[in-house]
């Protein structure tokens, strides 16, 4: 196979040797030619105008931008961005996130050599890719519903605490209150933090919070 025809890959990844590992698996399968790697998300936004690759694998947790936060601000610039999730965490929430910014697939990375090559030629042809783990969309009614846990965090914002003072006081990560303030946002149609408070006043949610523990 030509090297015009290869699939041209860019690896986001903060961790040197996984990066440098994968790049030497990739690199034994002539379809693939990795162009591009960056150890965290605003050098992935450079380099992917720089290299327009084909398809991006890039990790979830990263020091900084995270890899969902990155998805996003590359989607904005380039809707057309093919990229994989390539990554260890197996939270719903990192699923659900990462496919709702428009990942092609979720893919871990104890995935077998022949799935991740699959799953590679999937996203490069626009072609469903089989996630490692299922994802319910959130349709109907129901999406509008807002979790006791949701009105707990909604009730933190309101008080002036960021994501980890949150996180800390009602003991989960700050990567699982960001998602409890995206779905925030969006179940409120709110276009910040401040909006989503004052549609909780105006829907009478704040004066509902109640513990969650």
């Not at 910014?101 to 991740?116: F, I, Q």
Request: aromatic share 4%.
């Amino acid at each position: 196979m030509g090297t015009k025809s290869r699939i041209r890959l860019m690896l986001v990844d903060d961790h040197p040797v996984m990066r440098m590992g994968l790049a030497n698996l990739l690199s034994l399968d002539p379809e693939f030619e990795v162009v591009a790697q960056a150890d965290d998300g605003p050098s992935s936004l450079e380099l992917w105008k720089l290299h327009r690759p084909d398809v991006c694998l890039m990790d979830i947790s990263m020091e900084g931008m995270d890899g969902v936060a990155t998805l996003r601000r590359l989607k904005r610039s380039f809707p057309d961005a093919r990229v994989l999730m390539l990554t260890s965490s197996k939270a719903p929430e990192d699923v659900a996130q990462a496919m709702e910014a428009g990942a092609c697939g979720y893919v871990l990375k104890n995935v077998r050599r022949g799935e991740l090559a699959a799953a590679i030629r999937a996203a490069f042809n626009g072609e469903p890719v089989e996630t490692a783990m299922p994802v319910k969309a959130r349709t109907g009614p129901a999406a509008k519903q807002i979790s006791n846990r949701e009105l707990e965090v909604l009730g933190l914002v309101r008080q002036g605490f960021t994501n980890a003072e949150i996180g800390q006081l009602i003991g989960i990560s700050e990567r699982t209150v960001r998602w409890h303030v995206a779905n925030l946002m969006e179940k409120l149609d709110a276009a910040d933090r401040a909006e989503a408070v004052a549609r909780g006043f105006e829907l009478g949610l704040l004066g509902l919070t109640r513990p969650s523990r």
